[in-house]
T-cell receptor
Framework: EAGVAQSPRYKIIEKRQSVAFWCNPISGHATLYWYQQILGQGPKLLIQFQNNGVVDDSQLPKDRFSAERLKGVDSTLKIQPAKLEDSAVYLC??????????????FGPGTRLTVL | SQQGEEDPQALSIQEGENATMNCSYKTSINNLQWYRQNSGRGLVHLILIRSNEREKHSGRLRVTLDTSKKSSSLLITASRAADTASYFCATGSGYALNFGKGTSLLVTP
């Protein structure tokens, strides 16, 4: 079974620029998550989708971050404008069942963002 | 918010030895999960233990959960160099899965 795909793998931008990340979950997985992992820390949930609806975006900095999941499959996460503190690895994960914390999540390789 | 907190932050052992890492958390949970992260395979789910379970095994892994102490432990027996990675506990109580900062394990030949 193919895993969670993410692109790009690396991105370097200057502060105040915009950037977008793409995620394709495991086929058939209804639940999709975006996490931010700052160096030396564990992943922090930014947003969770169930099909194409948002379940939890309480930790998403909505003044600069946005995410969508059109048609309940692929998802994009955008940062506009980027700040230095946004430098991190952005991880996408999916699971076959709803209920966020109750089920195994499958993670993609991540996108490493560097903001200069 | 990151609820789980792993201990120790770093651990170095030799191949064949056992490795034990601990996780403490603050609020009630539905379940607790352990994940491994290395540069080769990214973040991978290891095991999930539910709040009504006390111990669970998977291959060389043994996880315990003590809800009265709000703590869990992950034991890796007969460690191998390939076990070198960061290990995270993640606590769940609803939609969110909250990760700790992780324990960095180094297994030397």
């Amino acid at each position: 079974e193919a895993g969670v795909a993410q692109s790009p793998r690396y991105k370097i931008i200057e502060k105040r620029q915009s950037v977008a990340f793409w995620c394709n979950p495991i086929s058939g997985h209804a639940t999709l998550y975006w996490y931010q992992q700052i160096l030396g820390q564990g992943p922090k949930l930014l947003i969770q989708f169930q099909n194409n609806g948002v379940v939890d975006d309480s930790q998403l900095p909505k003044d600069r971050f946005s995410a969508e999941r059109l048609k309940g499959v692929d998802s994009t996460l955008k940062i506009q404008p980027a700040k230095l503190e946004d430098s991190a690895v952005y991880l996408c994960a999916s699971s076959s069942l709803p209920g966020g914390s109750d089920n195994e999540q499958f993670f993609g390789p991540g996108t490493r963002l560097t903001v200069l | 918010s990151q609820q789980g907190e792993e201990d120790p932050q770093a651990l170095s052992i030799q191949e064949g030895e056992n490795a034990t890492m601990n996780c403490s958390y603050k609020t009630s949970i539905n379940n607790l999960q352990w994940y491994r992260q290395n540069s080769g395979r990214g973040l991978v789910h290891l095991i999930l233990i539910r709040s009504n379970e006390r111990e669970k095994h998977s291959g060389r892994l043994r996880v315990t959960l003590d809800t009265s102490k709000k703590s869990s432990s992950l034991l890796i027996t007969a460690s191998r160099a390939a076990d070198t990675a960061s290990y995270f506990c993640a606590t769940g109580s609803g939609y969110a899965l909250n990760f700790g900062k992780g324990t960095s394990l180094l297994v030397t030949p």
